[in-house]
């Protein structure tokens, strides 16, 4: 069972970077895929982005590409979201996952509690 404790949420303005930080139970941390999801009051749950088990691929949404990057520290069992100009759009709760296959990231059953990120205009 993996467990994944978010952490590094915050208030910032806009234009503002914050880094978030997802730290796993599991010591086969390295075979696991992992991703970053949102979720804005209201809203669906919608994916951030995406890193292989390997760190070698990274993935996207269209919304955040060009600001922020998923990066993995396998030794630490650590996976971090580096967000730079943030948006007031960006304000919600940041949840990490992770499954083996990249594929079933949006259907795992490994869920963090979320961290919260807000973004003053």
């Known amino acids: 069972q993996v467990q994944l404790v978010e952490s590094g949420g915050g208030l910032v303005q806009a234009g503002g970077s914050l880094r978030l930080s997802c730290v796993a139970s599991?010591?086969?941390?390295?075979?696991?895929?992992m991703a970053w999801f949102r979720r804005a009051p209201g809203m669906e749950r919608e994916f951030v982005g995406g890193i292989s088990a390997s760190g070698l691929r990274t993935f996207y949404a269209d919304s955040v590409k060009g600001r922020f990057t998923i990066s993995r520290d396998n030794p630490k069992n650590t996976v971090y979201l580096q967000m730079n100009s943030l948006k007031p759009e960006d304000t919600a709760v940041y949840y990490c996952?992770?499954?083996?296959?990249?594929?079933?990231?949006?259907?795992?059953?490994?869920w963090g509690q979320g961290t919260q990120v807000t973004v003053s205009s």
């Open positions: 599991e010591r086969t941390f390295r075979q696991y895929a």
């Open positions: 996952a992770a499954d083996p296959q990249v594929l079933r990231l949006a259907f795992t059953n490994y």
